[in-house]
């Protein structure tokens, strides 16, 4: 089978989400297991190559069926695939994802969705102390030519403990530090579209080269990391 995105996956999610019941996804359901097994390919072709230059410890691909307990949306069924690439922990910190979706919504993402609250406080702790790092690598062409700036939340003024009037207090308020990259429905189904990920995905080791040596070390630059015998 090709490494490729097949035009059959946006179909069916056309299709499903004009008919996003259980009566109907049931009728279709030999359908969906061909679309999933040919995604599922697709994923660890992704996987396959980011272990080339990077070191994968886990793929997940998230299930169609969505948790619909505590949410307003009752529609029984997502509209996408979705799939996150973990890196080798506690060493190597931040994490891939690829979203497929019809209507030129897919979009792959990097970085840091929730740190937990220690890990945020470290960086913001670091770019306080010294910001120039990470702009450096962030204002590379190449780079911001694929992922441009920071996107994700972050508090108004400035997180407790911090000067708003900081230098680097547009880094420092942000909660999550994420790139994405969006695709038409046209570039998914391009035979190059592989490439493009992984060469997307290699652009940001950079990032995560220099994250990943934040977050191991405190602020003397110290390693955190436990010396095994």
């Not at 069926?65 to 069924?77: G, L, T």
Request: glycine share 4%; charged share 35%.
């Amino acid at each position: 089978m090709s490494k490729t995105v097949y035009k059959d996956v946006f179909k069916f999610f056309k299709k499903l989400e004009k008919n996003n019941d259980r009566d109907w996804f049931n009728e279709h359901k030999s359908e969906f297991k061909t679309i999933e097994a040919e995604i599922k390919t697709f994923y660890n072709a992704i996987l396959e190559r980011l272990n080339v230059h990077d070191e994968i410890d886990k793929l997940k691909i998230f299930r169609i069926y969505r948790d619909v307990r505590f949410s307003k949306n009752k529609q029984p069924y997502k509209t996408h695939f979705g799939g996150s690439f973990h890196r080798t922990k506690p060493r190597l910190r931040g994490g891939y994802y690829l979203h497929i979706q019809p209507n030129d919504e897919s979009f792959i993402a990097t970085g840091f969705w929730e740190p937990a609250k220690e890990d945020l406080l470290r960086i913001r702790k670091e770019f306080e102390m010294d910001d120039q790092e990470i702009r450096d690598i962030m204002n590379n062409k190449t780079f911001k030519d694929i992922w441009g700036g920071f996107v994700g939340d972050e508090v108004k003024t400035a997180p407790k403990g911090f000067n708003k009037e900081h230098p680097a207090i547009d880094l420092i308020r942000k909660k999550q530090y994420i790139f994405t990259k969006k695709f038409t429905d046209k570039e998914v189904l391009d035979a190059n579209f592989l490439n493009t990920v992984d060469d997307s995905f290699k652009a940001i080791r950079p990032y995560f080269d220099y994250m990943s040596d934040v977050l191991t070390t405190d602020l003397n630059g110290v390693s955190m990391l436990e010396e095994k015998s």
